[in-house]
T-cell receptor, first 113, second 115 residues
Framework: GDSVTQMEGPVTLSEEAFLTINCTYTATGYPSLFWYVQYPGEGLQLLLKATKADDKGSNKGFEATYRKETTSFHLEKGSVQVSDSAVYFCALSATGGSYIPTFGRGTSLIVHP | DAGVIQSPRHEVTEMGQEVTLRCKPISGHNSLFWYRQTMMRGLELLIYFNNNVPIDDSGMPEDRFSAKMPNASFSTLKIQPSEPRDSAVYFC?????????????FGPGTRLTVL
């Protein structure tokens, strides 16, 4: 079945550091890929997405590129801020059959001043 | 525009009591999802509706859990009887259509504590 694997957290960084959160997937067909962010006490919200191979999703300084050859969708940001502290979820939605999304376990990011 | 609305935001109940969680999806959205989030198990899909019809309820833990969607603007998740292991944050999410490219829009969640 479909699956998403994210790096274990927490990831702890100083402000202005470079961020990478790894995400790899297995899926049938050609899935759409998503990164969602969850701030403390809130629901998940879409951060960015990519719907086909080689597409780059970007939002709020975050970027991720859909790499079909390595089945990856790593999240990056050049300079993190304290306000980026949250839990980040990688997810996929496959095109074959059910469109029910599959979520990773989430990666907690803590940014210190 | 109003997002997904859930009520109550917090619920504290005693073991054995019935609990009903409510969700109003975004107007015009055809798909609705109920999730449960815990530290141990992460985010779990409980049930998925499309056009008010339950499509996949394989994630519903057991017969104590039931979900309904009587119309396009309202859904409930009921637990009867509740148990301490049901303590979690329950999220409702909606999406525009039944397509792989669709974004899910999550509500703020209901934090359930069963004593």
């Amino acid at each position: 079945g479909d699956s998403v694997t994210q790096m274990e957290g927490p990831v702890t960084l100083s402000e202005e550091a470079f961020l990478t959160i790894n995400c790899t997937y297995t899926a049938t067909g050609y899935p759409s890929l998503f990164w969602y962010v969850q701030y403390p006490g809130e629901g998940l919200q879409l951060l960015l997405k990519a719907t086909k191979a080689d597409d780059k999703g970007s939002n709020k300084g975050f970027e991720a590129t859909y790499r079909k050859e390595t089945t990856s969708f790593h999240l990056e940001k050049g300079s993190v801020q304290v306000s980026d502290s949250a839990v980040y979820f990688c997810a996929l939605s496959a095109t074959g059959g059910s469109y029910i999304p599959t979520f990773g376990r989430g990666t907690s990011l803590i940014v210190h001043p | 525009d109003a997002g997904v609305i859930q009520s109550p935001r917090h619920e504290v109940t005693e073991m054995g009591q019935e609990v009903t969680l409510r969700c109003k999806p975004i107007s015009g959205h055809n798909s609705l999802f109920w999730y449960r989030q815990t530290m141990m198990r992460g985010l779990e899909l409980l049930i998925y509706f499309n056009n008010n019809v339950p499509i996949d309820d394989s994630g519903m833990p057991e017969d104590r859990f039931s979900a309904k969607m009587p119309n396009a603007s309202f859904s409930t998740l009921k637990i009867q009887p509740s148990e301490p292991r049901d303590s979690a944050v329950y999220f409702c999410a909606s999406s525009p259509e039944d397509r792989s490219t669709d974004t899910q829009y999550f509500g703020p969640g209901t934090r359930l504590t069963v004593l």
